[in-house]
């Protein structure tokens, strides 16, 4: 089973309810919004996907098969961003 973790290069800080992260290696800046910025709070240890679901869920009330086709989304978008990685 797949896990992800945040990329610990990253630098990071908190900006109200959202993050902001800046790659230096890339010179790129992203701001994450509250959800994925759970995302990534969570990921600061590995989960599978199903883990993460499992965690959000108990955040916020969302049904969860939305949760689970909104959460797929983000973790492979962040990937692509190398917010995340996947082990």
Do not use: A, F
């Not at 109200?16 to 600061?44: A, F, H, P, Q, T």
């Not at 499992?54 to 917010?83: A, F, H, P, W």
Request: proline share 1%.
């Amino acid at each position: 089973m797949k896990k992800y973790v945040y990329n610990d290069s990253l630098e990071y800080v908190s900006i109200g309810r959202e993050l902001g992260l800046l790659d230096l290696n890339i010179g790129k800046y992203y701001v994450l919004n509250e959800v994925s910025c759970d995302i990534w709070k969570i990921l600061m240890k590995p989960h599978s996907l199903d883990s993460l679901i499992g965690k959000l869920i108990q955040i916020y009330e969302v049904d969860i098969d939305k949760c689970k086709i909104e959460t797929e989304s983000s973790v492979r978008s962040m990937i692509e961003k190398n917010i995340l990685l996947e082990l």
